[in-house]
Nanobody
Framework: QVQLVESGGGLVQAGGSLRLSCVAS????????MGWFRQAPWKEREFVAA???????LYADSVKGRFTISGDNAKRSVYLSMNSLKPEDTAVYYC?????????????????WGQGTQVVVSS
């Protein structure tokens, strides 16, 4: 089992920035990857960004150039720096853990999920 705890969500004005954090605990395996997904009200969960153990990254087109994913393997943590936020970025953001060694964009490639942290971007 792997437990994930997200933090850093909140309310921000459009154009502002936030940094989300996720810490993993439990039985992680070497070479694992981490990802961020989000889910807005009445919408399906969608991919945001992912990072592999070796720091390869993958981004959704909607966040490229605005969001940056990074990781700290020693701390078993992953971060999402979000800049130039837009109202359409409003969602619950979820951290996820994958045993795959390459960044994954599909939800079914992730075995464990955090509880989520709310991000609200006001216009």
């Amino acid at each position: 089992q792997v437990q994930l705890v997200e933090s850093g969500g909140g309310l921000v004005q459009a154009g502002g920035s936030l940094r989300l954090s996720c810490v993993a605990s439990g039985r992680t395996v070497s070479g694992y990857g981490m990802g961020w997904f989000r889910q807005a009200p009445w919408k399906e969960r969608e991919f945001v960004a992912a990072i592999s153990w070796s720091d390869n990254t993958l981004y959704a087109d909607s966040v490229k150039g605005r969001f940056t994913i990074s990781g700290d393997n020693a701390k078993r943590s992953v971060y999402l720096s979000m800049n130039s936020l837009k109202p359409e970025d409003t969602a619950v953001y979820y951290c996820a853990y994958s045993k795959k060694s390459w960044p994954q964009a599909r939800t079914n490639e992730y075995e464990f999920w955090g509880q989520g942290t709310q991000v609200v971007v006001s216009s």
